[in-house]
């Protein structure tokens, strides 16, 4: 199997640092995205560090190493504003503003849970911050996110839909009825591709020819559609700033692939890449774009943060996430009759 | 000659309804039902290929467009599968469509939204999310249509949790069934019968809904239970009418809908009689015969005082040629002797 | 509903008269497509007169107005090479070598169809010209020719496929699918568009955005692409040829919309703009464009062929129309047995 | 903790036979055999996502594109629908394909070309063109699977003509009726279970076929007949095993195919002890166990003494929390408390 010799790397961080006008965002404001993006990664750490106790029986895809992504997107989100997933689910829900506890819980299957322990992982639902479906079917919540996003547009509403995707999602032909609705009825939804050249263990040149670029497809369906450096909060953010705006003013439908790497194997705890589907070097290549970091040290050679601080949200974080899991530890599990509720709604 | 008209129902045909109201036919009644459902809920919406062409589906749509204006009542691309997800996500967030199909054949290219999403998503996320869609479809029969254009496929949906399944019998029924599919807030599924679609029947106006998951009797007997849906009941209660002058009478029963299943209505009857003969326009094997006969094995057993018998399609795909196609379906003459059998067998 | 208004008409036939050099080709040859064009209109004007007697108890679908398409693309194939379509089935069959007899016994539903009376007219197959496979479902022949096209390539044959579909199929992921694959393995096949604005009364921009056109999506995704004028047979064949030899030498699959209109109805005999999805105006004026009348006075202009053999040509076909006919309505229906075999095959 | 490997079986078993060989384990037997069909007929493949990923689907595929080659044993885009109609295309041209699903529910994206093509094309034209390919995927039960990720959906395919089903239950089974499914000239759909991967058993080296619609007996006994498949066997033998104490012993049936269904041996059995359980991994409602009450219910009817009785799973999605989990699905002791009801009864 041939290997994605550390594809992309020519970009890297270089942009944060020459192309920010710094001056144009609040301190808080870019902080605040350091914060959201540590917050996912030290929550999935402690994910990981816990998993093997088997108290969480629930498949977990982990996104460190994608952190920017989500963040810099859901940053350019309103909290009414709607998010459709897949399976990788809690940096997304987590950067929506989604709340630790039902989610630490719904990865326990507690009652507690934000989907009552039916969901797990994969099906993390919670109205209240806006995410409004996640699918454990690759793609599957792609027609159901436009559909959301006709019913905006219908009704008239302030929210608009941002539907995430993975590279193979573009190979499921439903993603591409989906878009080609979208863009014949301009609905106001943007389409967030995070391409992180994977498919489980497969490589994507086994999977999309190399001379078919996944946004230029995109563009050709009548998407107005970029490309950017998913490690980079900024560019994700203001690309998508860009593109939410566009949907949001009735122009018609957006996309967005993000290249990010991710670090972990595809489900569960830790790196795979022994398994000799990925180069272990190729890892280490990519964490040389910690999406975390290398903001962290933009912030700091900026003034804007400094090593005190940055302990200080940690440890808040921390705390934070203890609170979690003993919340959902301690939380109530589902009794009999449970299961034989809402398979039909009154 | 068109053949579109060639493909529905070759004359018209009435049965007889104890209810009161104006003479319609199948059609109307469905137009009807449609543009009531349209003018008292702003949250209706009506989709499909075709649906605002002047063919109307058989006339099921005509005028809707005219009336509701294209946002509401719109065609669709050709794409199944995206487009039921597009009634999810609409169901969903409030809206409550009607996405129509001129064959249940092509809901198998949606089979992934729909039983793999529509039909889970209440259950899934603990209730929070109501599903209200109605995906209707017309059943081919004869005529040429073939392996591609006549499959009745309600029998495999039938184990799918979650979904509603509907197969009128008259116009009376056609109306009052979609108003409460178009009512409930979960995925119904309607298949009408292209043979039903020229019957004459009584309609009242204005709004009434025929309770899903209730059966009724449509003749009263004494020598057998006739359990069938739609199309069949026509010919069950021609084949019993057939049969009074050798002194057979039998209780017809019309289910109306499969999915909930009304086995309280199949056992009172069967109480009575001892015998029962399942009708289905479906394939006999794991079907709604099946459904029904182990029910009865199981639940009633002691009540039978024969095997039980089921009429529906062997175990072959659909025939396009007219020939074949007379061996391949009942009627009510293959209807009349399996019930002249199994009365006087005894 | 907003009508096609001419559309496409600024091309026409000037191509032919300016741009070919005429003594590249032989005589025969470019009369053998004139014979071939207008084999196809006569035969389908036959079906059309006779469709009334409701003997043919199949559902036709016309392909008169689009006959340069069948004979342009299947001029630049080989005897061994094969082909798949939709419902739309005659010219290509009648362009790729087929059996009249075998057809009409089809449309008849008679043991000597090409199917044996099993498929009828959306489904004529016959290997032995290669005619491979057609599907009722609108895209569904297309991943199964790309399957072909798979086999032709692992095992090194020398033939290769083209895959017809309509404007509508590309709305099918599906398509889509079929597509990412073909170009992934560079397998050899060639699928022919056949854009006519509708599918059914639908015309194309109630389902496709204006600002993306077919076949610039079809190259976004790594094909070979082109768009032709599909009422000119020559500017068909030659792209065709091009396309053909392309894949053929294994540099990978191509993709050609060809513009024509369909005269008749969707299905069915006769023109149905008259129910008021088209303007009856529109179809006069694509008349002009005669794929057929056209070619005629082209080569008459070019001294290639002049009234008489003209009449002459129209005379043997009308005889081997006849004579089909005759041979359809005097074969042997199937029998009852016939219905239970090659289910399975063993 | 790989979750990939938790959601396979928690623990080794075995089902002792009579049969002679190596033990081998269920993964063991399956790659066995498709390395076996590999080496001797070149026309087949391999395929499906990560077939050839170190993971190997669970291992079944593990080392077969090192010995055979990419070209014949390789990666697949994510495209169930596009992948399933190339698989038929290359299928019905000679080649035998094996297309490899992690899971059942993935197959749902593929009716339209299991169904309505795939199954259906032998029988269209008329018994020319067969189409050998097989379909296997893995069922998963429990650990968070969820609703959308353990399906058991034989039952939804029970019904489709043309197609058949293997189930089995052993390695010596999971072997000999791949290796049938093969050389079988239809399409033939494998669920295995991922609860019987780590069963170890009796498996002989080389070529052995088991028949394809035949059922086994695992047990002998006098007080009910108690018919499975798969993962279901296992608990059923424990559960009648467990009963020995108290006197009572059970006919077992292991029916291996669900289609064709061998009613033969079932109804042979209960000529003897009058009373029949059936067990299934899927839902009660219109699946497997419907199809052989029902068919017990009208063959053998006078054989029967007391209600039939079946156990799969309640009309209820799969919910993802492990505490509902063990509510939700059967197990020996469900199985055997049922028994025990059945026999005393009386
Ligand atoms: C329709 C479907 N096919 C296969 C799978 C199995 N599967 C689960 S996640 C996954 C990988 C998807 O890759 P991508 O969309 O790139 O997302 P990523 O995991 O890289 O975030 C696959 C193949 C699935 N869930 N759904
Ligand atoms: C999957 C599917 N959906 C709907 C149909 C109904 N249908 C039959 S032909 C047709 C029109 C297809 O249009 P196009 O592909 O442009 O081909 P044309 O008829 O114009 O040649 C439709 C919608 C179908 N056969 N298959
Ligand atoms: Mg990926
Ligand atoms: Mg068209």
Known sequence: MKLIKYKYSGKGFAPYLSGLKSNSYEKEFLIRFYRDMLRIRLIEEEIERRYHEDEMKSPIHLVIGQEASSVGSCGALRPEDQVYCGHRTHGIYLAKGGNLKAMMSELYCRTTGCAGSRGGSMHLFDKSVGMAGSSAIVAGAIPIATGAALKAQLTGESWIVAAFLGDAAVEEG????????????????????????????????????????????AESFGLKSVKV???????????SRNMVEYARSGKGPAFIESVAYRWRGHGGAGDDSHTGYRDPAEVEHWQQFDPVKSYYDFLEQKNLLDGETRLAISKEIEAEVQEAFDFAINSPNPIEDDLYTHVYSD | ??????????????????????????????????????????????????????KGMFGVTTGLSAKYG??????????????????????????RPVYLHNRPD?????????????SKIHFMDNGKTKVPMVVWSAIGRGWGSGAQHSQAI??????????????????YDAKGLMLSAIADNNPVVIFDHRWCMRQNGVVPEGMYQVPLGRGVYRRNGRDLTLVGTSHTLEMAINAVDSLEGEGITADVIDLRTIKPLDGE??????????????????????????????LVAEKAFYDLKAPIKRIGLPDVPSPAGFTLEQFYYPNPEKIANVIREMVCKQ
Chains 1, 3 share one sequence.
């Not at chain 2, 509401?72 to 809206?95: C, K, Q, W, Y």
């Not at chain 2, 394939?283 to 099946?290: D, F």
């Open chain 1, 174 to 217: 439903a993603f591409w009825e989906a878009v080609n609705f979208a863009v014949l009825k301009r609905l106001p939804i943007l389409y967030f591709c995070e391409n992180n050249f994977f498919s489980v263990c497969s490589p994507i040149e086994v999977r999309q020819p190399e001379n078919a670029e996944i946004y230029k497809k």
């Open chain 1, 229 to 239: 450096d998913g490690t980079n909060v900024l560019e994700v953010y203001e690309a």
């Open chain 2, 1 to 54: 000659m068109p053949w579109a008209a060639a493909l529905i129902a070759s004359k018209e045909t009435s049965i007889p309804s104890a209810e009161e109201g104006r003479i319609l036919s199948y059609v109307e009644a469905l137009n009807e039902a449609l543009a009531l459902a349209l003018e008292i809920d702003p949250h209706v919406l009506v989709l499909g290929q075709g649906v605002n062409d002047p």
């Open chain 2, 70 to 95: 294209n946002a509401r009542v719109f065609d669709t691309p050709l794409s199944e599968e995206g487009m039921m997800g597009i009634s999810t996500g609409a169901a969903m967030n409030g809206l």
């Open chain 2, 106 to 118: 092509f809901l198998l290219l949606a089979f992934n939204q729909l039983v793999t999403h529509a």
């Open chain 2, 154 to 171: 309600q029998g495999l949906l039938l184990g799918v949790p979650g979904l509603k399944i509907v197969m009128p019998s008259t116009p």
């Open chain 2, 265 to 294: 209505i199949i056992i009172e009857s069967l109480k009575r009689t001892g015998k029962i003969l399942v009708v289905d326009t479906g394939w006999e094997m794991g079907g709604v015969c099946a459904e029904i006969g182990c």
